[in-house]
């Protein structure tokens, strides 16, 4: 894996253990809604994961990752209609589906010699 690729990886794997901490002091759905400040910080984290997603895509077609079209389409919803997101869906993908994609990049920068960053 390129360089590039890697730092990729690295940038997904940072937003999702920002976006671990941020919810670590909501852990309940109404607490998170009512917390504009997580989910704002949720949400940029999020846009961030999709933005790399999209660029992993391009430099490295084949490091395949589960799901790349409906996180580059999500990252464009929380960017082109940020009026219209749904706080359940954001909630859903933060207890549904990031802790396999934070295991996917884990084990793509395991392959490719990287150990992952280091805690924050």
Known sequence: MTLQGQKYLFDIQRA????EQ???DTPTFPE???DLK???AVERQLAIIGEAVNHLRHVEPDAKLPNTKQMVDFRNRLIHSYDNVNEAIVWAIIHNHLPA???DVVQ???ESGES????L
């Open 16 to 19: 999702i253990t920002l976006i």
């Open 22 to 24: 941020f919810v670590g």
């Open 32 to 34: 998170y809604q009512a």
């Open 38 to 40: 997580t989910r704002s």
């Open 101 to 103: 994609l934070k295991t």
């Open 108 to 110: 793509k920068l395991a």
């Open 116 to 119: 992952g960053l280091q805690p």
